[in-house]
């Protein structure tokens, strides 16, 4: 992947008038307020576009915060994978944009090659390096994608990259095990986040990790933080600052959404998936009865 030029982003203007090869679905959709979503990872074999697809066809708000990793640039660079399902993720975003949701996007050291263009706005979505989300019930909530506190990333750029390589090994073998599931008939489940969240220097790390990220939100005044970067959805209070993340669509395929009284939520897409499957199925059987 090469450094993005002015043209190929102006481009994506026309991108937008363009035909998905997954048309949107017409479905009574859930409307927020605002939604955060994050590390998506486009152009890798890991990335779950079409959960993700299914998601921004059932859900709407007045603003959507792309919070980093959208595009996995490290990925790209040795090895290009693009198919149709993450042109559809896309071409979805710049519609939601071109149809008046206030889209703000937070380039990741994954995509960090869109930081060059920070200030700028471009399809109607507003590049920022980071930014101030005002909650309708008044809070203050500071948003960025999180590797600015990542110590392996600052420091050691090299170990990240290779650190990456082991997870991508990690996440086809995730892969083939959701396909072995699903040959099944049973739900989506991460084997790759299970593993994480048994080892212990894993568990220490995201700890150490939110509270990093909460004590820096506290010394810049703000009532709460949002990020992304690990892989882990949470939401709770660290010395006295609300501490959310809004997860991923590679492993959890998570969002974070404000619903209209300023009430913060995670939605765990898979389970949702799951749960209006099990309940198709139910109607089935009983209109066959």
């Not at 079409?50 to 921004?56: K, P, S, W």
């Not at 082991?166 to 599931?181: C, S």
């Not at 939401?235 to 974070?256: F, K, M």
Request: aromatic share 10%.
């Amino acid at each position: 992947m090469t450094v993005a030029t002015l043209a190929d982003i102006t481009d994506l203007t026309d991108f937008a008038n363009s035909r998905p090869s997954v048309p949107e679905r017409v479905v009574e959709r859930r409307r927020y307020r605002t939604i955060w979503i994050s590390d998506v990872h486009l152009g890798t074999r890991g990335c779950n576009a079409g959960m993700l697809i299914d998601f921004l066809d059932h859900v709407d708000s007045e603003h959507l915060f792309l919070v980093g990793d959208m595009i996995d640039g490290w990925r790209l660079k040795k090895r290009f994978f693009w198919p149709a399902a993450h042109n559809d993720v896309v071409w979805r975003l710049l519609k939601r944009a071109k149809r008046g949701t206030k889209v703000t996007y937070i380039p990741g050291n994954h995509d960090e090659v869109f930081r060059q263009f920070t200030g700028l706005d471009f399809g109607g979505i507003a590049i920022r390096r980071q930014a101030i989300h005002v909650t309708a019930d008044g809070r203050r909530l500071l948003v960025l994608h999180g590797d600015e506190f990542d110590a392996i990333t600052l420091a050691h750029r090299w170990l990240a990259h290779v650190g990456d390589a082991a997870y991508t090994v990690l996440m086809g073998v995730n892969r083939w095990f959701n396909l072995a599931r699903r040959g099944l008939g049973m739900p989506y489940w991460s084997l790759s986040q299970h593993a994480k969240a048994k080892v212990k220097n894993a568990v220490a790390f995201i700890s150490d990790f939110e509270e990093v990220v909460a004590h820096a939100a506290g010394t810049r005044g703000v009532d709460g933080v949002v990020c992304g970067h690990i892989h882990t959805a949470e939401q709770r209070e660290i010395e006295g600052v609300a501490y959310y993340n809004d997860g991923d669509w590679v492993e959890s395929c998570t969002a974070l959404v404000e619903h209209v009284d300023g009430t913060m939520e995670i939605l765990r897409w898979a389970d949702e998936m799951a749960d209006r499957a099990r309940t198709a199925t139910i109607v089935t059987l009983a209109a066959a009865a």
